[in-house]
């Protein structure tokens, strides 16, 4: 049923609550308003890749962003410049005890102000090391890592490759298995809340900022750090000081596979003899859409919406820091040479993704369109 072009003003609140609702009871990370001259299209981010929902006259585009600027105390006068505000969401949207806040992120465009809404729920779909989908090889190196008392253990991709899910799988398991760590995590934002672990929100642009966080909680008897993301020369330093000091650090970098990883820290101007004694671990992984069990992939069904993918699990690489790696950190060594070692002792993300396509959980068109190759 087409929108008309004017809606009363309880009419626009309706229309944003209705679809916020649709998306949170799809799972969606992610909602776009992109306005166009005609049209103002709706989209959800479902399982990493974005989807067409709706298509709204153009005429409401600026009363529609205006709502969720009202929602999450943005300026709702201010159309010429990027604004980003949150707010929690009503109980109305709340499934099955579940919480979740809401970030809106507007910017101007020659058609009007873009808006995209982030979901953010308190628990995630993926809780657990084994749900992640990796394998159990793996798994087991990562844990082998968090049991130790220091050390640096990284998670790296690129964005939306379920990094920060992993981490909060490996906090869950430390808080679990291994009672009595001091678990503090620094996060931009806050994605899940987990129990036991003492979760700080930082502003990247404001005064709690990584660096100056960091510099404070490594005075305050803190064992195991959860860091979101290494995004810079000093946040890297800062890092790898605390792992050398008697901390267990985890942390995310945006790199393509563990070698790449390497070399950026030390291109970040890491000592090559400091890297080498922090890291433990360094895992690198994908989010592939597996097939729905429904319909079997044909796209038939009203569980995965005619699409054939429900769902996502990861595919994975790690390096393990041994003396070979680390001789060659030492030696700077190049990171096709790093990546060529480091393929020869183990899977690769393409050999793993292998894996998934012959357990029937994923197909080739999948991982292509993710890897780039099968």
Request: net charge negative; aromatic share 4%; proline share 5%.
């Amino acid at each position: 049923m087409p929108t008309p072009n004017n809606l009363p003003a309880d009419g626009v609140v309706n229309l944003v609550n209705e679809l916020l609702g649709k998306a949170i009871s799809r799972r969606a990370s992610d909602v776009h308003f992109e306005p166009g001259n005609h049209e103002m299209k709706v989209r959800y981010r479902l399982d990493g890749v974005l989807n067409d929902v709706d298509s709204l006259p153009a005429a409401l585009a600026e009363n529609m962003v205006a709502r969720l600027k009202v929602l999450s105390g943005l300026l709702t006068y201010r159309t010429d410049v990027p604004q980003e505000g949150s707010f929690p969401a009503d109980s109305q949207w709340e499934k099955d005890g579940r919480s979740l806040d809401i970030r809106v992120a507007t910017f101007p465009t020659i058609w009007g102000e873009r808006a995209v809404v982030r979901l953010l729920y308190s628990v995630g779909t993926v809780n657990e090391l084994d749900g992640l989908g990796l394998p159990v090889d793996l798994v087991t190196d990562l844990r082998r890592a968090v049991e130790k008392p220091h050390g640096l253990l990284l998670v790296t991709g690129p964005a939306g490759s379920g990094k920060s899910t992993t981490l909060y799988a490996l906090a869950r398991y430390i808080l679990a298995k291994i009672p009595g760590r001091s678990v503090v995590s620094l996060e931009d934002p806050v994605e899940q809340r987990i129990e036991g672990m003492t979760q700080i929100q930082v502003s990247p642009y404001g005064e709690l900022n990584y660096i100056r966080a960091m510099r404070s909680l490594l005075r305050q008897d803190v064992q195991v750090l959860l860091v979101g993301e290494i995004r810079d020369a000093e946040t890297a330093h800062i890092v790898v000081e605390a792992s050398l000091t008697g901390h267990l650090v985890m942390s995310t970098l945006h790199s393509g596979d563990p070698a790449e990883a390497i070399v950026r820290l030390l291109e970040m101007g890491i000592a090559p003899y400091q890297l080498a004694g922090a890291i433990s671990v360094v895992c690198s992984q994908r989010l592939l859409r597996t097939v729905c069990k429904s319909c079997g992939g044909k796209g038939e069904c009203e569980d995965c919406s005619g699409i054939g993918y429900l769902g996502r699990t990861a595919c994975g690489q790690i390096a393990v820091m041994d003396e070979t790696l680390r001789q060659a950190v030492l030696a700077r060594r190049p990171v096709g040479e790093l990546r060529r070692m480091l393929n020869e002792r183990g899977s690769d993300l393409a050999t793993d993704a292998k894996r998934l396509i012959e357990q029937g959980r994923t197909t080739i068109d999948e991982v292509m369109r993710v890897l780039g190759a099968a």
